[in-house]
């Protein structure tokens, strides 16, 4: 059955957008599925007997996963949610390189929405658990960011233009966001909207300067489920209206994302990215009247 919460099915959808902008970074920028390099990496699988098999199995997860999510986008279903669920499963398996967190996330989330969703059938508990998840992926974000290397990253990525304290307590902030705004985002009401605002900027050097396209748009994915149903709807009915708000917020986003994105980024990727940056700025004025009701006009 297709879902009926509003939120489910914005979730599924854009999760499924998130499912693309992976392809287009794992397997298409950093590691081109057509070349002679990608296809020696599952030399990891030992003999070239079972090298063969791990590539011909992955080539029909990626491209089942590929035809389904654009099926979904259309309309979320039971058979393209088992095969996503499925597909990204055995991608996991036979892919010739460690699995990224990205990668995990997605599958709790399609794993867990199988059960949930087409052996209980039970909406609103699916909503719950994703959110859950959600706020564990955050947290585990941060548990891997304990370390100094994550420093000299971003030290590195800054351009090494501020002094080492500021980037540490640049570091210590990001992992602060990460361990608490999403939890006080999922209990607080009021304060919600102004929450999931602030985890969107810490998103927006992730998309741009670091080039990570794929990560911050699934972990965006799941903010739909963090507002009642009714609430979402609103925002939904707001977002199909396209007011000029949306478009400058939009062409806003996407002038940020070019100016922060180092020039060398490759055009699909760059492409994707400029694509999520569009998609983000649309839903800030929505956000933002709600964290500053009277602010901005309906």
């Not at 039971?78 to 699995?99: K, N, Q, Y």
């Not at 570091?171 to 969107?200: K, N, T």
């Not at 939904?236 to 994105?261: H, I």
Request: hydrophobic share 60%.
């Amino acid at each position: 059955m297709s879902p009926r919460d509003p939120r489910l099915v914005a979730f599924q959808r854009c999760l499924r957008l998130g499912y693309l902008a992976h392809f287009t970074r794992e397997w298409v920028t950093l590691r081109p599925f057509w070349s002679q390099d990608f296809r020696d990496a599952f030399a990891v699988f030992g003999s070239p007997g079972a090298a063969r098999l791990a590539l011909a199995l992955f080539f029909v997860a990626t491209l089942t996963q590929l035809v389904c999510s654009l099926l979904a986008l259309l309309r979320p279903s039971a058979p393209l949610l088992w095969l996503c669920t499925l597909g990204l499963l055995l991608e996991a398996v036979v892919m010739p390189i460690a699995m990224p967190n990205h990668v995990a996330l997605m599958l709790a989330a399609l794993g867990f929405q199988a059960v949930m969703l087409l052996w209980r059938g039970d909406e609103p508990e699916t909503v719950r658990g994703l959110s859950a998840i959600s706020i564990a992926g955050y947290a585990w974000a941060a548990i891997h960011k304990m370390n100094h290397g994550f420093v000299d990253v971003l030290d590195g990525v800054l351009g090494h233009r501020l002094p080492r304290a500021l980037v540490s307590l640049l570091a210590l902030a990001a992992l602060a966001i990460e361990l608490a705004v999403p939890l006080l985002a999922f209990v607080s009401r009021r304060a919600r909207p102004a929450l999931l605002l602030l985890l969107l900027a810490l998103h927006i050097p992730m998309n741009s300067t670091l080039g990570a396209i794929d990560y911050p748009w699934i972990a965006t994915s799941f903010y739909p489920l963090f507002f009642r149903a009714e609430e979402w709807a609103q925002i939904e009915s707001e977002l199909a209206r396209w007011q000029r708000s949306q478009w400058l917020a939009a062409a806003g986003s996407v002038l940020l994302f070019v100016l922060l994105t180092p020039r060398d980024l490759f055009i699909y990727q760059a492409a994707v990215g400029a694509a999520v940056a569009a998609l983000w700025g649309c839903a800030v004025p929505s956000l933002l009247r709600r964290a500053l009701p009277g602010w901005l006009p309906r």
